[in-house]
């Protein structure tokens, strides 16, 4: 068993790299047929010179084919000078210093950014790593809180009043998009009622935990609903699928008290995707933390990507996209391996 | 084994979906030029003429308050009139720089939609970082007179041109110094020029500074700056070419290197008016008062603090609770801010006025390329319905290249006045026919347009482009309406092989007229030129005017220009905007010029007074 896990995780985890390094260079390629470059800044700009566009592109390479561009994002571009002519390869800052050239994804250098002017990318992804597992953990955390109940007492109840309204308000709730929530409840709540800041992760020179929370307390709840509401469906459902089950018929047939009944033998069975399958739901809060950051102008990595994206930042950009790729591997890895421990009858094959 | 719940492919799949999105996704940080709140405004005195990025809709200005502001700005294009020639003067100035100002403390709030990128000088371009680098390098030999609008000394108290008008002396005052105590030298000056003008160094806008020879520190206190040829905005540029930066700290270090200069993201040793406490990328930055600041000492605000919000709905919301003591208002806001009680709108005519246009593309093969057509279709809109209605008041006509707050300004072109009439007989002059409400060509096709705009999100300009659609619905033209995100935008204006008849547009005027010259060059087809406009007299008219600087000579040149593109019709000139800005009533000492507000923002000083 210990071996064959061993193995399997082996050939996932190959499989995986295969499929980021294919992912990487489709989302490459995306990025660079997108109108515009790092340089559109300057495409509206009467201060600039068609030569002064040239000069940038030329120090930047920028002016090299897509295959070479991503050929120095993979693999560096300094030991372009060993191949024949590769020299006119490397880009203007890299022949002039140096240590300008790029080192390559594969050798764990992530660029520097053109937006950033030159700060490495790598940097301004981790700073911001931070504010954005915050989020999306207390999110999730609220989500399954409130979820799982909900979905348990609605499946309880069913076809009664309470499961009613459960399942209008979650339906209700879903018809709207959070993001446009989150900025309604901001401007209620921040606005006319100051109950909460209007953004921000922090009061400029306070930064305590009571004022951390505070600023935490609205875009959590708000990046949770989507959450709740699938949480507390998938709970109900489970839950019914498992209340129709023979074992739980015998359960019943031999007298067990009705919360025994439920509790040991519904309940257990019903929660188990969610126990193996949580960290891919953190997962999803995480990708989905994009619109909440930019909502709440909460400074996490989803901010950052609207700012590469909108400035065609490949390095930024394409950073993210490889540690967000990461992050998911190891979320599924996890749930796969989870899955075997709690559920004996999971086999690894291969 | 039993089904996975996140299978690794579907990973990939998803990360494909979103960066398909990702690259759809229309830019949403950029700022809006009329809703701008920091008040360092007053940069646009050298600056060229700067494309607007995103135009948002206005509402109701009180005629009254208009038109007070109108006089100011007439009486100010009076005064620049009387501009002195530039060659062989000496200017001194006998300026009081040193008495301390007695309104000091508080705290100003500021808040900003997009986050400064770096406080490098020499490597950003966005407006966010230079009003950062605004805050903490001061650079401006000379600056302009927020009344006059005319140059006068700044940190050079005497500057002098020499008879040929090719070399500029300028002489630095003396006791002025670094935040860290040491001299501002024009060896500050000079060393770098010298960095900033190595290619290797990526100053992105290293063309501007081709027209100078030698830039030479004579002596600690003497800057001599030569040019090849006689070029009549010189003086204006070379005003604000250089912001120095301390060779004593600098020369150490990499010049663009992040990672080993930390004076690029956090400057230590300053010459603004404020120094950097501490600043959290897309979260805030905190500015304290810099003692050694060479004019009248500290600013009366003894802190400055930008924070970072989401959007301009959130901070003009941030404004009217008192958090912050300015904030963005969209035009669709204005008159419910003049209403706020704990704040001040203040609003000017600006000398740099933003003005916006439909382009019409000059190429043959294009139903425009005919002057007939470009003028019926100039006749056919009601451009001053457009600006009542639009604009709501906050704009005012133009009929040409320069708005009336300029000095060269010529009342006397043909404006185009709505003449639905006076459309079909141009048209008719190119040899189409108008039947059934029906305007054909001569095979008796209809004529169908197609009217670009850019960034789809602009309120404005799409009330512009359904409101032209309807106009020329009138004289039987169809307009196909495409709207586009800001970047594809771009790429089809500045197409070799463009596909469109006509485009919203708008520039930013500039107080110097010759900037303007880049818009119409035919070497700028097809960036900046993307009409395609080519007329050599006109060309010839700009390159004259740029080389005399006799004041009465240029206007006449300039005036002359205005006629001739006025008459040639590129564009269908709509109209330029007012600015405006809301701050607390607490804050005092604000005073509205052609200039904008930020021109004396270190006099500015804080009444406490309970907010709001």
Same mark, same amino acid.
């Given at each position: 068993?210990?071996?064959?896990?061993?193995?399997?995780?082996?050939?996932?985890? +190959?499989?995986? +790299?295969? +499929?980021?390094?294919?992912?990487?260079?489709?989302?490459?390629?995306?990025?660079?047929?997108?109108?515009?470059?790092?340089?559109?800044?300057?495409? #509206?700009?009467?201060?600039?010179?068609?030569?002064?566009?040239?000069?940038?592109?030329?120090?930047?390479?920028? @002016?090299?084919?897509? +295959?070479?561009?991503?050929?120095?994002?993979?693999?560096?571009?300094?030991?372009?000078?060993?191949?024949?002519?590769?020299?006119?390869?490397?880009?203007?800052?890299?022949?002039?210093?140096?240590?300008?050239?790029?080192?390559?994804?594969?050798?764990?250098?992530?660029?520097?950014?053109?937006?950033?002017?030159?700060?490495?990318?790598?940097?301004?992804?981790?700073?911001?790593?931070?504010?954005?597992?915050?989020?999306?953990?207390?999110?999730?955390?609220?989500?399954?809180?409130?979820?799982?109940?909900?979905?348990?007492?609605?499946?309880?109840?069913?076809?009664?009043?309470?499961?009613?309204?459960?399942?209008?308000?979650?339906?209700?709730?879903?018809?709207?998009?959070?993001?446009?929530?989150?900025?309604?409840?901001?401007?209620?709540?921040?606005?006319?009622?100051?109950?909460?800041?209007?953004?921000?992760?922090?009061?400029?020179? #306070?930064?305590?935990?009571?004022?951390?929370?505070?600023?935490?307390?609205?875009?959590?709840?708000?990046?949770?609903?989507?959450?709740?509401?699938?949480?507390?469906?998938?709970?109900?459902?489970?839950?019914?699928?498992?209340?129709?089950?023979?074992?739980?018929?015998?359960?019943?047939?031999?007298?067990?008290?009705?919360?025994?009944?439920?509790?040991?033998?519904?309940?257990? @069975?019903?929660?188990?995707?969610?126990?193996?399958?949580?960290?891919?739901?953190?997962?999803?809060?995480?990708?989905?933390?994009?619109?909440?950051?930019?909502?709440?102008?909460?400074?996490?990595?989803?901010?950052?990507?609207?700012?590469?994206? @909108?400035?065609?930042?490949?390095?930024?950009?394409?950073?993210?996209?490889?540690?967000?790729?990461?992050?998911?591997?190891?979320?599924?890895?996890?749930?796969?391996?989870?899955?075997?421990?709690?559920?004996?009858?999971?086999?690894?094959?291969? | 084994?039993?089904?996975?719940?996140?299978?690794?492919?579907?990973?990939?799949?998803?990360?494909?979906?979103?960066?398909?999105?990702?690259?759809?996704?229309?830019?949403?940080?950029?700022?809006?030029?009329?809703?701008?709140?920091?008040?360092?405004?007053?940069?646009?005195?050298?600056?060229?003429?700067?494309?607007?990025?995103?135009?948002?809709?206005?509402?109701?200005?009180?005629?009254?308050?208009?038109?007070?502001?109108?006089?100011?700005?007439?009486?100010?294009?009076?005064?620049?009139?009387?501009?002195?020639?530039?060659?062989? !003067?000496?200017?001194?100035?006998?300026?009081?720089?040193?008495?301390?100002?007695?309104?000091?403390?508080?705290?100003?709030?500021?808040?900003?939609?997009?986050?400064?990128?770096?406080?490098?000088?020499?490597?950003?371009?966005?407006?966010?970082?230079?009003?950062?680098?605004?805050?903490?390098?001061?650079?401006?030999?000379?600056?302009?007179?927020?009344?006059?609008?005319?140059?006068?000394?700044?940190?050079?108290?005497?500057?002098?041109?020499?008879?040929?008008?090719?070399?500029?002396?300028?002489?630095?005052?003396?006791?002025?110094?670094?935040?860290?105590?040491?001299?501002?030298?024009?060896?500050?000056?000079?060393?770098?020029?010298?960095?900033?003008?190595?290619?290797?160094?990526?100053?992105?806008?290293?063309?501007?500074?081709?027209?100078?020879?030698?830039?030479?520190? =004579?002596?600690?206190?003497?800057?001599?700056?030569?040019?090849?040829?006689?070029?009549?905005?010189?003086?204006?540029?070379?005003?604000?070419?250089?912001?120095? =930066?301390?060779?004593?700290?600098?020369?150490?270090?990499?010049?663009?290197?992040?990672?080993?200069?930390?004076?690029?993201?956090?400057?230590?040793?300053?010459?603004?008016?404020?120094?950097?406490?501490?600043?959290?990328?897309?979260?805030?930055?905190?500015?304290?008062?810099?003692?050694?600041?060479?004019?009248?000492?500290?600013?009366?605000?003894?802190?400055?603090?930008?924070?970072?919000?989401?959007?301009?709905?959130?901070?003009?919301?941030?404004?009217?609770?008192?958090?912050?003591?300015?904030?963005?208002?969209?035009?669709?806001?204005?008159?419910?801010?003049?209403?706020?009680?704990?704040?001040?709108?203040?609003?000017?005519?600006?000398?740099?006025? =933003?003005?916006?246009?439909?382009?019409?593309?000059?190429?043959?093969?294009?139903?425009?390329?005919?002057?007939?057509?470009?003028?019926?279709?100039?006749?056919?809109?009601?451009?001053?319905?457009?600006?009542?209605?639009?604009?709501?008041?906050?704009?005012?006509?133009?009929?040409?290249?320069?708005?009336?707050?300029?000095?060269?300004?010529?009342?006397?072109?043909?404006?185009?006045?709505?003449?639905?009439?006076?459309?079909?007989?141009?048209?008719?002059?190119?040899?189409?026919?108008?039947?059934?409400?029906?305007?054909?060509?001569?095979?008796?096709?209809?004529?169908? =347009?197609?009217?670009?705009?850019?960034?789809?999100?602009?309120?404005?300009?799409?009330?512009?482009?359904?409101?032209?659609?309807?106009?020329?619905?009138?004289?039987?033209?169809?307009?196909?309406?495409?709207?586009?995100?800001?970047?594809?935008?771009?790429?089809?204006?500045?197409?070799?092989?463009?596909?469109?008849?006509?485009?919203?547009?708008?520039?930013?005027?500039?107080?110097?007229?010759?900037?303007?010259?880049?818009?119409?060059?035919?070497?700028?087809?097809?960036?900046?030129?993307?009409?395609?406009?080519?007329?050599?007299?006109?060309?010839?008219?700009?390159?004259?005017?740029?080389?005399?600087?006799?004041?009465?000579?240029?206007?006449?040149?300039?005036?002359?220009?205005?006629?001739?593109?006025?008459?040639?019709?590129?564009?269908?000139?709509?109209?330029?905007?007012?600015?405006?800005?809301?701050?607390?009533?607490?804050?005092?000492?604000? !005073?509205?010029?052609?200039?904008?507000?930020?021109?004396?923002?270190?006099?500015?000083?804080?009444?406490?007074?309970?907010?709001?």
């Amino acid at each position: 068993m210990r071996q064959a896990l061993t193995r399997y995780i082996i050939r996932r985890g +190959l499989q995986s +790299l295969f +499929l980021v390094w294919i992912a990487t260079l489709i989302g490459f390629t995306i990025y660079q047929l997108a109108p515009g470059g790092p340089l559109q800044f300057l495409d #509206d700009d009467p201060k600039r010179t068609a030569a002064d566009f040239e000069r940038l592109s030329a120090l930047y390479g920028l @002016n090299r084919p897509i +295959l070479v561009q991503y050929l120095a994002w993979l693999a560096g571009e300094d030991w372009f000078v060993l191949l024949p002519g590769g020299a006119a390869w490397q880009s203007g800052q890299c022949r002039a210093n140096p240590e300008r050239c790029g080192r390559g994804i594969l050798r764990l250098d992530f660029g520097r950014s053109f937006y950033f002017k030159g700060s490495n990318v790598i940097d301004l992804i981790a700073e911001r790593i931070p504010a954005t597992f915050m989020l999306g953990f207390s999110s999730l955390v609220i989500s399954v809180a409130v979820g799982i109940p909900s979905g348990i007492y609605a499946a309880l109840n069913r076809g009664k009043l309470p499961d009613h309204i459960i399942r209008v308000t979650t339906v209700l709730v879903n018809t709207v998009p959070e993001w446009w929530i989150g900025l309604l409840l901001l401007i209620i709540l921040g606005g006319y009622l100051r109950l909460v800041p209007l953004g921000g992760m922090e009061t400029i020179g #306070d930064g305590s935990l009571l004022d951390r929370l505070h600023h935490l307390a609205l875009p959590a709840i708000v990046s949770a609903i989507s959450g709740w509401i699938s949480i507390s469906r998938i709970m109900r459902f489970e839950m019914l699928e498992v209340l129709n089950q023979d074992y739980v018929r015998t359960a019943r047939a031999k007298g067990l008290p009705e919360h025994l009944v439920i509790w040991r033998h519904v309940l257990r @069975n019903a929660i188990l995707p969610f126990v193996t399958g949580l960290s891919g739901i953190f997962l999803i809060f995480l990708s989905g933390s994009i619109l909440f950051e930019l909502v709440f102008s909460w400074p996490g990595m989803g901010r950052l990507a609207v700012i590469a994206i @909108n400035s065609r930042d490949y390095p930024v950009m394409m950073g993210l996209f490889v540690i967000s790729s990461f992050l998911g591997i190891i979320g599924v890895l996890m749930v796969d391996i989870l899955y075997g421990f709690v559920d004996p009858r999971v086999k690894y094959e291969l | 084994m039993k089904g996975y719940r996140y299978p690794a492919h579907w990973l990939m799949v998803i990360l494909v979906v979103f960066a398909l999105l990702a690259t759809q996704c229309a830019p949403s940080s950029t700022p809006t030029p009329e809703a701008q709140a920091t008040p360092t405004a007053a940069s646009t005195e050298t600056g060229a003429p700067v494309v607007e990025q995103q135009l948002t809709p206005t509402v109701a200005a009180t005629l009254e308050v208009s038109q007070q502001v109108i006089t100011q700005v007439v009486e100010e294009s009076e005064a620049a009139k009387a501009r002195e020639p530039q060659k062989g !003067i000496t200017v001194v100035s006998d300026e009081d720089v040193t008495t301390p100002r007695t309104k000091r403390g508080g705290e100003y709030k500021d808040v900003a939609t997009s986050d400064a990128v770096s406080f490098h000088p020499y490597l950003t371009t966005d407006t966010a970082s230079s009003s950062y680098q605004g805050m903490v390098y001061t650079g401006g030999l000379l600056r302009l007179d927020e009344n006059t609008l005319q140059y006068i000394p700044n940190m050079a108290e005497q500057y002098s041109i020499s008879e040929d008008g090719l070399t500029f002396t300028f002489h630095l005052r003396k006791g002025m110094l670094w935040s860290d105590g040491q001299p501002i030298t024009a060896r500050d000056f000079e060393w770098t020029y010298q960095q900033v003008i190595n290619p290797a160094n990526e100053f992105p806008y290293l063309s501007q500074l081709e027209f100078i020879k030698s830039y030479k520190a =004579l002596d600690d206190y003497t800057l001599e700056i030569k040019i090849d040829k006689v070029y009549c905005p010189s003086l204006g540029q070379m005003s604000g070419l250089i912001t120095p =930066l301390p060779k004593h700290v600098w020369e150490k270090l990499p010049w663009n290197d992040p990672d080993k200069n930390p004076e690029m993201n956090k400057p230590s040793v300053v010459s603004g008016p404020y120094k950097l406490v501490e600043w959290k990328r897309d979260q805030y930055a905190v500015f304290e008062a810099n003692e050694n600041y060479w004019y009248h000492g500290a600013p009366n605000i003894s802190r400055y603090v930008i924070e970072i919000v989401p959007d301009q709905d959130v901070a003009y919301q941030k404004m009217k609770t008192g958090e912050s003591d300015t904030g963005p208002i969209t035009p669709d806001k204005l008159k419910e801010a003049r209403q706020l009680p704990n704040i001040t709108v203040y609003e000017w005519w600006p000398a740099a006025a =933003l003005w916006s246009y439909i382009g019409l593309n000059m190429r043959s093969g294009f139903p425009t390329h005919d002057l007939h057509v470009r003028r019926g279709l100039s006749y056919a809109i009601d451009k001053d319905l457009l600006t009542q209605e639009v604009m709501q008041g906050q704009a005012k006509r133009l009929c040409s290249v320069y708005p009336e707050t300029s000095w060269v300004y010529n009342p006397d072109v043909p404006c185009y006045d709505y003449d639905p009439e006076k459309a079909i007989a141009e048209f008719q002059q190119a040899g189409y026919t108008f039947q059934d409400g029906k305007m054909v060509d001569q095979n008796g096709k209809q004529l169908r =347009l197609k009217l670009l705009f850019g960034p789809n999100t602009s309120k404005t300009r799409e009330l512009i482009a359904v409101t032209v659609q309807d106009y020329l619905r009138r004289i039987g033209v169809e307009t196909d309406i495409q709207a586009m995100e800001w970047s594809a935008y771009l790429e089809a204006l500045h197409s070799n092989e463009p596909d469109w008849d006509m485009y919203i547009g708008a520039w930013q005027a500039t107080i110097e007229p010759h900037i303007m010259y880049t818009i119409w060059a035919e070497e700028n087809i097809p960036q900046l030129n993307s009409v395609a406009y080519i007329n050599k007299e006109v060309e010839k008219l700009f390159e004259e005017a740029g080389s005399n600087c006799d004041v009465e000579f240029r206007k006449e040149r300039y005036q002359k220009i205005q006629r001739i593109i006025a008459e040639d019709a590129p564009y269908i000139f709509l109209f330029y905007n007012k600015s405006w800005s809301g701050q607390n009533k607490r804050i005092k000492g604000i !005073i509205p010029t052609a200039l904008g507000i930020g021109w004396n923002m270190e006099d500015w000083y804080i009444e406490e007074s309970p907010t709001p």
